[in-house]
């Protein structure tokens, strides 16, 4: 434990160092509003964040696992019922709860997992208690995102979803690569999507991110790197870049924290701080049944 505790301690510095300047010196009225639904969308991150410890602590079998993730503002339980090595390999169906005060999501899906490739589907029930489907627009500002001139948010996702690594020159390089069709949307309204945090015009919409990831340490615990993603609405025939640092560290074979902050680089909105993607900040505990060494944390 006395080998972890500088990993933990490096990893709250780089995470303050790593924050963008105009986020921490930002007009209050500019902050976003807490995420609705944070983790949901995967950020190549946790695909590293697969522990070996996992291979080795049991064989293959019937399992029920869970994931407790707790950020800034948000709390997800996930809970899996599968055949395989949990939390490394393994096939089944997963779902999560998400709750924070802008509101929350329920989703459930399909999972294939191997230590390198991992493929899912499934659908997700979004709804907000602060944000109103919108008015059709060529171009957004925030303060045209919180006028209350449609329904209140609520609509079904249907998510389709490839993350993948390989390692290169002391770390890895991961992608994900995210399909979306919304549902259950009034017509001829646009909405602002609670994970991919953008607008769009349904039904489509997709997300490729593309990050690497450089091992600060010879045991693969303390991780840094940085990630592009594009987000593109044919609806409203856009494209979104964003860009950012990412961390990772592990703490315990159970125990982790992430940090992923994405600023938009180009889009056809201006949105402020609503259009980056700050919310993958906390603390996530694998647990699962089988496990031979099940302390805490």
């Known amino acids: 434990m006395a080998r972890r505790r500088p990993l933990a301690a490096a990893a709250a510095l780089a995470a303050i160092a ?9 007009d209050p009225a500019d902050l976003p509003p807490p995420a609705s639904d944070p983790p949901s969308v995967p950020s190549g991150v946790d695909l590293l964040q697969k522990r070996s410890y996992w291979a080795r602590s049991a064989g293959a079998r019937p399992f029920v696992s869970a994931v407790l993730e707790l950020g800034v503002i948000y709390f997800r339980p996930s809970l899996a019922l599968g055949v395989g090595k949990p939390h490394w390999s393994w096939l089944g169906i997963e779902g999560y709860s998400s709750i924070s005060p802008s509101g929350g999501a329920e989703y459930v899906g399909l999972r294939a997992a191997l230590p390198r490739l991992e493929i899912r589907g499934g659908a997700r029930y979004a709804f907000s208690t602060s944000q109103y489907f919108l008015q059709p627009r060529a171009s957004y500002t925030r303060r045209e995102t919180e006028l209350m001139q449609g329904p209140r948010s609520r609509y079904v996702a249907g998510e389709l979803e490839v993350s993948g690594s390989i390692p290169l020159l002391g770390g890895s390089l991961f992608g994900v690569a995210t399909g979306y069709a919304v549902l259950g949307t009034p017509e001829g309204y646009h909405l602002y999507e609670e994970a991919l945090h953008t607008v769009m015009k349904p039904p489509y919409l997709y997300r490729a991110r593309l990050g690497y990831m450089g091992e600060l340490d010879r045991y693969g615990e303390l991780r840094l790197g940085a990630a ?3 987000l593109g609405n044919p609806g409203r025939d856009s494209l979104i870049v ?11 074979h159970h125990l982790d924290a992430v940090g992923t902050v994405m600023v938009v680089a180009a889009t056809p909105d201006r949105l402020g701080l609503l259009g980056a993607d700050l919310g993958q900040l906390g603390l996530r505990y694998r647990w699962a049944t089988g496990d031979r060494w099940p302390e805490f944390p």
């Open 18 to 26: 790593l924050a963008p300047a105009g986020a921490r010196a930002q």
């Open 228 to 230: 592009a993603e594009v």
């Open 242 to 252: 964003r860009v950012g640092p990412v961390l990772a560290i592990s703490l315990t």
